[in-house]
């Protein structure tokens, strides 16, 4: 691939573009630059969006009070209500520490959305382990020191928790003819599909949060890049339809998990780091997207193998995207130098990973999924993939796009053979189907009221003013009529009429049988 082709594909997503589809910058929010020389936080892309009512030594005094620097930033903006999602890590508060230009930030958060009086600030770890992080100098907000706030924990355990239930889970799907009662007792015993509901049950309270409630949401974990993102990215799937076509779920990962600085290298084992720090954080994200594609099959413009694609080039390190821990790190390396997007590479692929049952953009608006236990599946597909004896030979939504590869491709036949139709002699085929009759009769009878036709004595007349020998052809022609009825309705069947035009196009009149 040329250097030209390499930077088209690397610019094929533009964040800018999606913070305007929001509607941004507007009155209160703005996109800047603050951040061009990573001098507020080295973790973050160089343009990010905040409130307008935020200058910049309250963003400078937010950061310094943010663990690793990871200010408040926009992650979503709902324009139906101005209702907004926002991303930051957690305070280093301590037991009793406050800082004035971060209490302004969260102010400025809540005032953007004049339509509540109040704003969620959502922790997502266990309740325990942010009072630890207080021992250690760092913590969560303090409900007293902020201004309208609702303070929440959800209870999404840590990295180590992850790695831990992703290795159970595993091991059960290596082991050899397990019993049923064997891999149901061993899948629970994961906690798995626990985890995975509780990724969901917090992507769900953002997005009713917002849209039920109309108020805002400030979002942490610890550093903000783990289940800050997985959280933050769900709830925005949830809410835009647009997230759910090809284009829009390539731009949802550069936005929430590449750009913001989710450290693909170390919770990929790229590379030979510390084994602690590698996670199935975005393996987690991937499945809670397969897991709403079974309770909405016709909501996501993408199919499984999609979800599989783009989950095995994170870790084949085949394109940049995922290489590095944030832009900063990929400017150093050379990403965009030295290797090329993944994207435009999927896009090709488009035809075999879209979904056939997929019902348009506008036919899901906000989706409501049920997260109650039994609604959550085991992705066989995921984590039995080359199993064979593990599921159908042939998946349905295989068979229904391989149909519909099929009819394009018997429609791309059939409107190449019309466009040949003119340069051709003979009728066009519907007059072969209305004139058939005529033309079957005429081939195969004399011509009627000629000189010739009357030499010596004409045939005599019958009461309704037909000849004899008329009547004899009409006969005839009804016989034949009738011989032909099926071959006609065939003709007016799909692939049948490719057929006669085929045949048509070779002989340059057409045939009869």
């Known amino acids: 691939m040329s250097k030209e082709n390499r930077e088209i594909g690397w610019k094929l997503i533009d964040l800018k573009v999606d913070y305007q589809r929001m509607g941004i910058p507007n009155d209160y929010w703005e996109i800047t630059d603050v951040n061009k020389d990573y001098e507020v936080c080295n973790t973050y892309p160089p343009e ?11 963003v400078i005094g937010s950061s310094r009070f943010r663990s690793r620097g990871r200010i408040p930033v926009l992650s979503y903006l709902y324009k139906e209500n101005n209702a907004a999602i926002c991303r930051c890590s957690q305070p280093l508060s301590g037991f009793s520490a406050r800082c004035l230009e971060d209490e302004q930030m969260l102010q400025a958060i809540r005032e953007a959305n004049p339509g509540s009086p109040f704003m969620y600030v959502v922790d997502t770890r266990p309740k325990l382990n942010a009072m630890a992080n207080r021992a250690a100098g760092k913590g969560y907000e303090n409900e007293d020191n902020y201004d309208n706030i609702r303070f929440k924990f959800i209870g999404i355990e840590n990295i180590h928790v992850m790695r831990s239930s992703l290795q159970k889970l595993l091991e059960v799907c290596e082991m050899k003819s397990p019993s049923m009662s064997d891999f149901l007792t061993g899948l629970e015993n994961s906690g798995w599909l626990r985890h995975i509901k509780a990724v969901m049950d917090a992507g769900v309270f953002l997005a009713k949060a917002v849209k039920d409630e109309k108020a805002s949401v400030l979002v942490h974990c610890s550093d903000g890049w783990d289940r800050t993102a997985q959280v933050c990215s769900l709830a925005s799937l949830l809410l835009d339809p647009f997230y759910r076509t090809f284009k829009g779920f390539m731009v949802l990962i550069e936005k929430e998990w590449i750009a913001m600085g989710h450290k693909f290298s170390h919770r990929c084992g790229h590379l030979c780091g510390d084994p602690k720090e590698v996670s199935p954080v975005f393996t987690q994200f991937v499945e809670c997207v397969w897991q709403l594609m079974q309770q909405f099959p016709c909501a996501f413009e993408f199919n499984e193998r999609f979800l599989l694609e ?83 030979k042939q998946c349905v939504l295989d068979h229904l796009l391989s149909c519909v590869s099929q009819k394009m491709k018997l429609e791309d036949s059939a409107s190449e053979l019309e466009n040949k139709l003119p340069f051709l002699d003979g009728p066009l085929p519907s007059e072969a189907c209305s004139l058939s009759k005529v033309g079957h009769a005429v081939s195969k009878t004399p011509m009627l009221n000629t000189p010739q036709d009357y030499e010596g004595d004409p045939p005599p007349v019958l009461s309704n003013g037909a000849s004899a020998g008329d009547m004899d052809v009409l006969a005839d022609v009804d016989q034949r009529n009738k011989e032909n009825l099926f071959h006609h309705q065939d003709l007016c069947d799909h692939s049948d009429t490719i057929d006669m035009l085929d045949s048509e196009a070779k002989d340059g009149k057409p045939q009869h049988h």
């Open 48 to 58: 990010i969006v905040v409130p307008k009512a935020a200058n910049k030594a309250v």
């Open 310 to 392: 783009i989950h095995d080039h994170v870790y084949s390190c085949q394109f940049g995207n995922f290489l590095g821990t944030c832009h900063k790190e990929r400017e150093d390396l050379k990403i965009f130098e030295k290797t090329h997007s993944l994207w435009p590479f999927l896009l090709q692929k488009k035809q075999e990973l879209r979904n056939p049952l997929y019902r348009g953009f506008t036919a899901y608006k906000e989706l409501q999924p049920n997260t109650l236990p039994f609604s959550f599946q085991f992705w066989c597909g995921m984590y039995n993939r080359f199993d064979k004896g593990m599921h159908p």
